[in-house]
């Protein structure tokens, strides 16, 4: 008896407990789940209330590549039109929808419908989770890229303003802050302005600007959206020479620094495109700079280079001859041609370098493609002078040929910016490193 006495106490003292737990739960409006779906309804009736739909500045790689624009316009609890600056393709459509038999047509399509959905990981969080070009193009793998470009189509929404004209995010994957802001017109008018912006001013240089008493000069890498800076600070009591490339997105005005450049407490955070092109004026009104155009523009033209012994110093042909024998002894074996093309030609999206490649030991099979995006500018001042830097690889060609490209890549950048200068008595030109001026130059022949 004492046994059950026990017993019945402490189902007594357990069933308490549980009242007593149940009665100090939220309920209604108040209970944590009923909570968060009223979050859901309110942030999806804000993005579904604006006109013209919403802009979004993505920011993928950590900032690296720069910003793209987008636009997006919710059109119901779960379907979006998305729009970008930078894609478009022709796609094939019928001339009338409600009449089969009456043919179809191609146009050039620049917005894409998708899904979006919300659900609750670490907060409300935003996924367009079926594919749309202009947004998953920056996330979608590739041969060698798990991540593509390491964009994000996942966001977590932070908080909204009281006027509820922006919308905080942040990148799932990157961790980058962004804001999706309310658009006050048309945005295909927006992102066409956007897109003048780029066509002005890709591989331009300006004139120097003066931050903090020290004179910065600015090329500009308009496809990988990032501005080359270079000036000089004083560093333990020597000068110290400054080289980076800060990334940038475009407005319809201008550019915009992701983070500003600041020098002796002064901060450059961008500037905006006069009406003829000729000059930029800083944002906060106080500079006007020229854009330079260098005599070659490899973000439109294209050259070849040679890298044969007796186009080439010793230090450029044993460059190239070493990425020969890395790709031999790879795991895919083949031969590199002693060319490479440079620039922007045909159809490519982007500019970029092509190497050529055929199988060993067999070099009458078919030759094909090792292609990386890189972006070219120019320097302000030296009409002939091209810089380089890297965007991203172009298919599975890198995959199979990676170790030996990234040789090449990491010679090509260190000694650049290069000059392209005439030769005596030969119609081709020679492209020599101005990078390091107290060494012999590193230099090939170019036909351009």
């Not at 008493?213 to 080359?228: C, D």
């Not at 460059?319 to 030609?345: C, N």
């Not at 493609?369 to 810089?387: C, E, F, I």
């Given at each position: 008896?004492?046994?059950?006495?026990y017993?019945?106490?402490?189902?007594?003292?357990?069933?308490?407990?549980a009242?007593s737990?149940?009665?100090?739960?939220?309920?209604?409006?108040?209970?944590?789940?009923?909570?968060?779906?009223?979050e859901?309804?309110?942030?999806?009736?804000?993005?579904?209330?604006?006109?013209h739909?919403?802009?979004?500045?993505?920011?993928p790689?950590?900032g690296?590549?720069?910003?793209?624009?987008?636009?997006?316009?919710?059109?119901?609890?779960k379907?979006?039109?998305?729009?970008?600056?930078?894609?478009?393709?022709?796609v094939t459509?019928?001339?009338?929808?409600?009449?089969?038999?009456?043919?179809t047509?191609?146009?050039?399509?620049?917005?894409f419908?998708?899904?979006?959905?919300f659900?609750?990981?670490?907060?409300l969080?935003l996924?367009?989770?079926?594919?749309?070009?202009?947004?998953?193009y920056y996330?979608?793998p590739n041969?060698?890229?798990?991540n593509?470009?390491?964009?994000?189509?996942?966001?977590?929404?932070?908080?909204?303003?009281?006027?509820?004209?922006?919308?905080?995010?942040?990148?799932?994957?990157?961790?980058?802050?962004?804001?999706?802001?309310?658009?006050?017109?048309?945005h295909?008018?927006y992102?066409?302005?956007?897109?003048?912006?780029k066509?002005?001013?890709?591989?331009?240089?300006?004139s120097?600007?003066q931050?903090?008493?020290?004179?910065?000069?600015?090329s500009?890498?308009g496809?990988?959206?990032?501005?080359?800076?270079?000036?000089?600070?004083?560093e333990?009591k020597t000068?110290?020479a400054?080289?980076?490339?800060?990334?940038?997105?475009?407005?319809?005005?201008?550019?915009?620094?992701?983070?500003?450049?600041?020098i002796?407490?002064?901060?450059?955070e961008?500037?905006?495109?006069?009406?003829?092109?000729r000059?930029v004026?800083?944002?906060?009104?106080?500079?006007?700079?020229?854009?330079?155009?260098?005599?070659?523009?490899?973000?439109?033209?294209?050259?070849?280079?040679?890298?044969e012994?007796d186009k080439?110093?010793?230090?450029?042909?044993?460059m190239?001859?070493?990425?020969?024998?890395?790709q031999?002894?790879d795991?895919?074996?083949a031969?590199?041609?002693f060319?490479?093309?440079?620039?922007?030609?045909?159809?490519?999206?982007?500019?970029?370098?092509t190497l050529?490649?055929?199988?060993?030991?067999?070099p009458?099979?078919?030759?094909?493609?090792?292609?990386?995006?890189?972006d070219?500018?120019?320097?302000y001042?030296?009409p002939?002078?091209v810089?380089?830097?890297?965007?991203?690889?172009d298919?599975d060609?890198y995959?199979?040929?990676r170790?030996?490209?990234?040789?090449?890549?990491?010679?090509?950048?260190?000694?650049?910016?290069?000059?392209?200068?005439?030769?005596?008595?030969?119609?081709?030109?020679k492209?020599?490193?101005?990078?390091?001026?107290?060494?012999?130059?590193?230099?090939?022949?170019?036909?351009?």
């Amino acid at each position: 008896m004492r046994y059950n006495h026990y017993i019945w106490s402490l189902a007594l003292a357990l069933g308490l407990g549980a009242c007593s737990q149940y009665e100090e739960m939220p309920s209604g409006g108040n209970y944590a789940s009923t909570a968060m779906t009223q979050e859901e309804k309110d942030v999806s009736n804000i993005l579904r209330s604006s006109q013209h739909g919403w802009s979004l500045v993505l920011i993928p790689d950590e900032g690296n590549h720069g910003g793209i624009n987008l636009s997006m316009k919710f059109t119901s609890d779960k379907d979006v039109v998305v729009a970008s600056e930078e894609y478009g393709e022709m796609v094939t459509v019928p001339n009338d929808p409600k009449n089969p038999g009456a043919g179809t047509k191609q146009i050039y399509q620049t917005e894409f419908t998708s899904n979006y959905h919300f659900s609750h990981n670490s907060g409300l969080r935003l996924t367009f989770d079926t594919f749309s070009r202009p947004l998953h193009y920056y996330s979608n793998p590739n041969w060698g890229l798990p991540n593509g470009y390491n964009g994000d189509f996942e966001f977590i929404v932070e908080k909204v303003s009281e006027d509820k004209n922006v919308i905080y995010l942040k990148g799932c994957r990157t961790g980058n802050k962004m804001q999706l802001i309310r658009l006050k017109a048309n945005h295909a008018t927006y992102l066409s302005k956007t897109q003048e912006i780029k066509e002005a001013l890709k591989g331009k240089a300006l004139s120097p600007l003066q931050l903090g008493g020290k004179e910065v000069s600015i090329s500009i890498f308009g496809y990988a959206r990032q501005l080359w800076v270079r000036y000089t600070k004083a560093e333990d009591k020597t000068t110290k020479a400054v080289k980076e490339n800060i990334p940038f997105y475009y407005t319809d005005k201008g550019i915009k620094l992701i983070t500003p450049l600041e020098i002796g407490g002064q901060k450059f955070e961008g500037f905006e495109l006069s009406e003829d092109k000729r000059t930029v004026k800083t944002l906060d009104g106080k500079q006007t700079l020229t854009v330079f155009s260098g005599t070659y523009d490899l973000t439109e033209g294209s050259l070849r280079a040679s890298f044969e012994e007796d186009k080439s110093n010793s230090e450029a042909h044993e460059m190239f001859k070493t990425l020969v024998e890395i790709q031999k002894q790879d795991s895919y074996p083949a031969l590199f041609w002693f060319m490479a093309d440079m620039g922007r030609w045909g159809r490519s999206r982007l500019p970029q370098v092509t190497l050529y490649a055929y199988p060993d030991p067999n070099p009458n099979n078919k030759t094909f493609y090792r292609t990386y995006y890189l972006d070219y500018t120019s320097v302000y001042g030296q009409p002939n002078q091209v810089h380089i830097t890297r965007i991203i690889q172009d298919g599975d060609g890198y995959f199979y040929s990676r170790r030996a490209i990234e040789w090449y890549l990491e010679n090509i950048l260190y000694y650049s910016p290069f000059s392209i200068d005439p030769i005596p008595n030969k119609t081709v030109k020679k492209m020599s490193s101005v990078a390091d001026p107290t060494n012999e130059p590193f230099y090939f022949e170019v036909d351009i």
